[in-house]
């Protein structure tokens, strides 16, 4: 053999040595190593019938017929088949371990009006959130806030180590909420997610899979357990009303011989199963007039597109998402992916039309459209308008959950589509929440302070409202069936409400700052509670002196009471002392006037303070808890019970602080920017997209697109509140668009003229070009 | 990035061609038997020359000058103003589109693409009115041709300076109708995202045959003027 052709040969083998050593050695045809956790799929396209046993906690076979039965366990009835700690490092379930985990997505809000706190929280390390270690949250306490929207798992599921390391927690007496398999993927109708919540802030977190999934009737409540109680205690045998210990009753219909339980499921979830806890609507919207997205009226599912292994890592759909799971299958789930079969960068990389996903015709839209925008700007989320779109989601605001109490709130105001450059440049429609706290100073950076610490610094500053209401709560137990005991003050009348508090109507004709008074509302009159008449006259009402013990009465029932009640009526007092009513003359320095209220230290208080009484009438008719005047004092509270420390408050998007006199000031600070999240749903049909009805849609002087403008919201009644317009949102020059805007009035002009120009040059080049043609061609003469 | 090396490589060449044609015109007779080598060495050295003096002359002094004593502005009034606003615009064109496409990644965006888009009409109504009014003064009237192996000599085939001049200007005019027409049809609701593509690629390729019909256009007008020859 020549010199060249062992050369080759050499190189040859070399080649084939190094696609082996590449290829890991296997041959082509042999099938991939299976991961013992994720069994190969047979190909089957049916579900099986689950019907199977269950297992406890200890992983003991569950006899629904026994007595006192514990709560199944998905780790060891689920497991068996579906390896438990592969699905509980999905994405629902793994926050806790601090991971960013590709774009940020909705955090927690940690609302709680009273204290005017709306807190973005995130184990995930995503902008503008705050993670829960850094406000004293412990696993337990996330789960009892927000648990209610849980699948179950990661904080719900602590580890042992975790467990002992937080000895307040009561753990031993809730039980782990282990990941719940049947919140998503229960088919049956019993699948309630308000039992869910409510097991959870029950505490019965163990029971609360059987209970929400209608496997058992759940009672009791851990919460009113003593700590020491354990699950093999059994019943409470001291108390079988109140404290009693959580048990599950099993639905045996749905158990056969063998004890095993029929689970309904689906493979892939429903999509009522996904909105229990991803549902946004817009506040002002009649649920019937709701369209849903027009993926779900085109007959598809959620899970159709956010698709998942076992190892439940949920496809989110964003562009993007392909390089951050090093996956380009994920590609395809995209709205570029799956309609245009692009990739994040535009490139034709996967096979569209998944699912029969229509392929965009986008006629006349220019391509700088696509470069700068994602498709969610004209597809997705409410049309822009003034003001932007106020909607609730269900785990800010609490949505889905039944019940006798009222659970959706209307902290967060949650603002929608606030259009923002993503981290690829591209504008992209966000919701958007203006976080409000109150927080220590530590040099130019605010650490939030938790609700209770505030509530302790601010003990008779906050709860205006549910003081007001403990007085007319209190005194509603004497009123006639048509009476109703009532505060007026300014313009409103402030009634008990049914949830503890007030509850204000307007006051036709009324002044802003008329006086004050305690009344009873009796069909459309209010007559007051402590008339004006002389005690020493023959001639008075005689029932009106039985109807002030009544109130005495009553009034000493009033939680929080500062003193004991009395009532005043010129120079006289009336007490209610050992059972009757006590008629004194009034001490000199009271004064002579009629009204009822608290005597402590020989001084009488009203029954509401001037403060509670301004607060009130200020956020009266507002959805604000929190006035200037309460900032102020709050503030002043927590400076003085720190001995120095300067603390803040953050709400409408400024920072408010504590002048030297004692003013409130407000401020620009970072910590005060809002959080967004990006949206993607609902997506609209297309003659309801942006730009179906041509360029104005957006490109005019005044569309609400680059123009509209977003006040901020927050629990603080204020006039210091940012504004900000699109434009500034987008990072673009208000100026520019408006302008570039008023361009498009001329546009028609400039088509007509290009048309006519583009007609006339066209027909004389073709003119030039025949003849020239038929010169060359010889075809015509010479001239 | 390929539209990027195209333009230049296209510019470049286009430059040099037209150096290399006046160059060439300008050799004696007896030096035009050279070889190749030496005939490169030569342009070279001349290119380089020529570059060193108008750099020596050139200044704001000089290129005002040289704009006043431009033959435009001793034209009639319409036709003075109409000369103005086509050169202009398409100046200022070529500068903006140009400069965005190739040094800014995001493109041409903001004022200057407001103002792109105001030239642009401006420059359709002038190179209308330039080819009703004024193509005529651009034709050559072609012989008729003959299959014969004349057809690969450009001499023998009549190919000359004032006949490039003029098909220069018609490529113009039709590079100026193709950018017209790859500006109008994407703001009309009729092209689909890959007609779209197809109009914003026909949009650059026209304005770059546009810029070098207008460099050989200018190149071969100097090179008549400096000849003394007056355009037909």
Redesign the interface.
């Known amino acids: 053999m020549s010199r060249a052709g062992r050369s080759s040969l050499a190189v040859l083998g070399l080649a084939l040595g190094a696609t082996f050593w590449l290829s890991g050695g296997a041959a082509p045809s042999a099938p991939a190593a299976q991961d013992a956790r994720q069994p190969a799929w047979d190909g089957a396209r049916t579900v099986p019938v689950h019907l199977i046993p269950l297992h406890d906690e200890n992983d003991e076979p569950i006899i629904p017929t026994e007595t006192n039965p514990l709560p199944f366990s998905a780790r060891f009835t689920c497991g068996p088949c579906h390896d438990y700690d592969t699905v509980r490092g999905g994405f629902h379930f793994s926050a806790a371990g601090g991971r960013a985990e590709g774009r940020p997505a909705q955090p927690w809000f940690w609302a709680e009006p009273r204290t005017g706190t709306v807190l973005p929280v995130s184990y995930r390390p995503w902008p503008g959130t705050y993670r829960p270690a850094d406000l004293g949250l412990t696993a337990w306490d996330f789960t009892l806030l927000f648990g209610r929207h849980f699948p179950g798992g990661g904080p719900a599921e602590p580890s042992e180590e975790e467990i002992l390391s937080d000895p307040e927690a009561r753990w031993n007496v809730s039980g782990r909420a282990e990941v719940n398999c049947l919140a998503c993927h229960n088919r049956s109708g019993r699948q309630d997610h308000s039992e869910w919540a409510k097991q959870v802030l029950r505490e019965n977190f163990r029971w609360a899979a059987a209970a929400a999934g209608g496997v058992g009737e759940v009672g009791g409540m851990a919460a009113r357990l003593k700590g020491t109680w354990d699950i093999y205690d059994g019943p409470n045998l001291d108390d079988r009303e109140w404290a009693v210990a959580p048990y599950v009753k099993y639905r045996t219909a749905d158990f056969d011989s063998k004890h095993s339980y029929f689970f309904d499921l689906n493979y892939q979830p429903a999509d009522d199963r996904c909105l229990a806890c991803h549902a946004a609507s817009p506040v002002d919207e009649v649920q019937w007039k709701a369209d849903a997205d027009v993926h779900s009226a085109a007959g598809l599912r959620c899970a159709d597109c956010h698709r998942n292994g076992l190892d439940h890592d949920m496809v989110r759909g964003y562009e993007g998402e392909a390089a951050d799971k090093g996956d380009r299958a994920v590609d395809s789930f995209t709205c570029r992916g799956c309609h245009l079969g692009e990739d994040a960068k535009g490139r034709v990389k996967v096979e569209p039309g998944r699912l029969g996903a229509p392929r965009p015709?986008?006629?006349?839209?220019?391509?700088?459209h696509?470069k700068r925008l994602s498709c969610t700007v004209c597809h997705s989320g409410p049309m822009p308008k003034d003001g932007f779109t106020r909607v609730r989601t269900s785990r800010a605001n609490r949505l889905g959950v039944y019940g006798a109490a009222a659970w959706a709130t209307d902290l967060p105001a949650v603002f929608e589509p606030v259009y923002m450059k993503d981290a690829n440049h591209k504008i992209t429609p966000r919701r958007l929440v203006w976080p409000a706290f109150w927080a220590r100073k530590d040099g130019r950076e605010l650490v939030p302070l938790r609700p209770e610490e505030v509530e302790s610094a601010a003990a008779g500053i906050l709860g205006a409202d549910e003081r007001i209401g403990q007085v007319l709560i209190a005194l509603t137990q004497v009123m006639a069936e048509d009476e109703t005991p009532v505060l007026v003050s300014g313009r409103f009348i402030f009634g008990p409400h049914i949830d503890g508090g007030v509850e204000a109507t307007g006051r036709n004709g009324a002044e802003d700052k008329g006086p004050s008074f305690w009344g009873i509302r009796k069909g459309d009159g209010i007559v007051p509670l402590v008339p004006d008449f002389d005690p020493a006259a023959e001639d008075k009402d005689p029932d009106i002196e039985p109807r002030f013990q009544e109130f005495l009465q009553a009034l000493d029932t009033t939680l929080g009471k500062p003193g004991r009640p009395v009532i005043q009526v010129r120079k006289t007092l009336y007490r209610f002392v050992d059972g009757s009513l006590d008629i004194s003359e009034a001490p000199e320095e009271l004064g002579e006037a009629t009204r009822p209220g608290w005597i402590a230290d020989d001084a009488l208080i009203p029954l509401a303070s001037d403060l509670d009484v301004r607060a009130a009438t200020a956020k009266a008719g507002t959805e604000r808890t929190l006035t200037e005047e309460e900032v102020a004092l709050v503030l002043g509270a927590l400076t003085e019970a720190s001995e120095g420390a300067e603390f803040a408050y953050v709400s409408g998007g400024r920072m408010f602080r504590l002048a030297k006199g004692g003013k409130l000031l407000s401020e620009k600070h970072e910590a005060a920017e809002p959080v967004t999240w990006a949206l993607a749903h609902n997506v609209r049909p297309a003659q309801q997209s942006l730009g179906w009805n041509g360029c104005a849609d957006c490109h005019s002087a005044g569309s609400d697109f680059f123009f509209s403008t977003l006040e901020a919201q927050g629990p603080l009644l204020t006039r210091s509140v940012t504004k900000r317009s699109s434009t500034s949102f987008m990072g673009l020059?208000g100026f520019?668009q408006g302008?570039?805007g008023l361009?498009f009035t001329v546009?028609p002009l400039?088509?007509v003229?290009?048309?006519?120009?583009?007609f006339?040059?066209?027909s004389?080049?073709l003119l030039?070009g025949i003849l020239?043609l038929g010169?060359?061609?010889?075809l015509l003469e010479?001239? | 990035m390929l539209f990027v090396i195209i333009t230049a490589l296209a510019v470049a060449g286009t430059f040099l061609a037209l150096a290399f044609h006046r160059f060439w015109t300008g050799l004696d007779k007896d030096r035009t038997n050279l070889v190749y080598v030496a005939l490169l060495g030569q342009f070279w050295a001349w290119l380089a020359r020529r570059s060193k003096e108008n750099a020596r002359k050139a200044s704001m002094k000089a290129w005002w000058a040289y704009l006043k004593a431009l033959p435009l502005w001793r034209l009639p009034v319409l036709e003075k103003w109409l000369f103005v606003f086509l050169y202009g615009s398409f100046l200022y064109l070529a500068a903006s589109g140009f400069f965005f496409a190739v040094f800014v990644p995001r493109?041409l965006h903001?004022?200057p693409l407001?103002g792109h888009?105001m030239a642009?009409?401006l420059f359709?109504?002038c190179?209308?009115l330039v080819?009703?009014f004024k193509?005529r003064n651009f034709?050559s009237?072609?012989?008729?041709?003959e299959l014969s192996l004349k057809l690969f000599d450009p001499k023998r085939l009549g190919l000359t300076a004032v006949k490039v001049k003029h098909a220069a200007f018609?490529a113009f005019?039709?590079a100026?109708?193709l950018l017209?027409?790859s500006?109008?049809l994407?703001?009309?609701?009729?092209?689909?995202?890959p007609g779209?593509?197809l109009m914003?690629e026909l949009h650059r390729a026209s304005a770059l045959a546009s810029v070098l019909a207008a460099m050989v256009f200018a190149g071969m007008g100097s090179l008549e003027k400096a000849r003394g020859s007056q355009p037909r």
């Open positions: 015709k986008h006629t006349g839209i220019p391509l700088v696509f020059g520019f302008f570039f361009t546009r400039l088509k003229v290009l048309t006519v120009c583009a006339v040059v066209g004389l080049l030039a020239a010169r060359l061609a010889g010479k001239r | 493109g903001g004022f407001i888009v642009g009409g359709a109504v190179l209308t080819v009703v193509g034709t009237i072609p012989e008729p041709l018609w005019i039709l100026g109708f017209t027409l500006s109008l994407p703001m009309m609701p009729l092209l689909r995202t779209q593509k914003f």
